[in-house]
């Protein structure tokens, strides 16, 4: 049996947000995640942060470009898995009647370059063996080190921030773009506020 993972596909969020918002479409289809467990009911769950791609196999797959990522995603959640290599590093579960919300910040040590972890994701009302997989993986040293000393440079400032998101999309590398735009150390400010709300709201589409 499968379990969907949608993924976004976002049309441009209009010239109010500027032009780096109007860039903001990203090139990712909706996605199907393969149930790991027989029997275990499908979930859909809309993940917006880290940027994740559908693979043949079936599961979702993110790289990493920092080392603590925030994972965004739409619908609330009753538990969170990490795994590596089949063994539990982290879970976090919501108690009754409440939910695990986005953002959530990276709960475990720094991810390494190269590192491949499981994340594990079970939404409000799933079965307890009904999961959504997203198979994540530290970026290259090289590439999380730039990460890294790009968002060091770009300060307080929401416009620096704004114009690194454009420069990214005009580049074409939307996995820097979304790990700038959802960096836990991005600016509370502006349009940079108005921009995720937009993404968040329009989430993973139809």
């Not at 090139?27 to 467990?37: V, Y």
């Not at 990493?64 to 539990?88: H, N």
């Not at 079965?127 to 000393?149: C, P």
């Amino acid at each position: 049996m499968l379990r969907s993972l949608r993924l976004a596909l976002l049309p441009p969020l209009g010239p109010s947000f500027g032009l780096a918002a109007a860039l903001l479409v990203l090139l990712i289809t909706p996605a199907q995640a393969r149930s790991r467990n027989a029997g275990a009911d499908p979930v859909v769950v809309c993940v917006l942060a880290p940027r994740v791609e559908a693979v043949d196999e079936g599961d979702a797959v993110g790289a990493l470009l920092s080392a603590k990522p925030l994972l965004v995603v739409v619908e609330p959640l009753q538990e969170v898995r990490i795994e590596r290599a089949g063994r539990l590093l982290w879970r976090g579960r919501a108690g009754p009647g409440q939910s695990i919300r986005a953002p959530l910040p990276w709960p475990l040590a720094p991810i390494q370059p190269g590192e491949q972890l499981l994340l594990r994701l079970q939404p409000v009302g799933a079965s307890a063996e009904s999961f959504a997989h997203v198979q994540l993986r530290g970026a290259s040293a090289a590439r999380m080190a730039s990460t890294a000393a790009l968002i060091e440079r770009l300060g307080p400032g929401p416009q620096a921030w704004l114009a690194a998101v454009e420069t990214a999309l005009q580049d074409g590398d939307v996995a820097l773009a979304w790990a700038l735009l959802f960096a836990p150390q991005a600016p509370q400010a502006g349009e940079l506020d108005s921009l995720r709300a937009e993404v968040l709201r329009r989430g993973c589409g139809e």
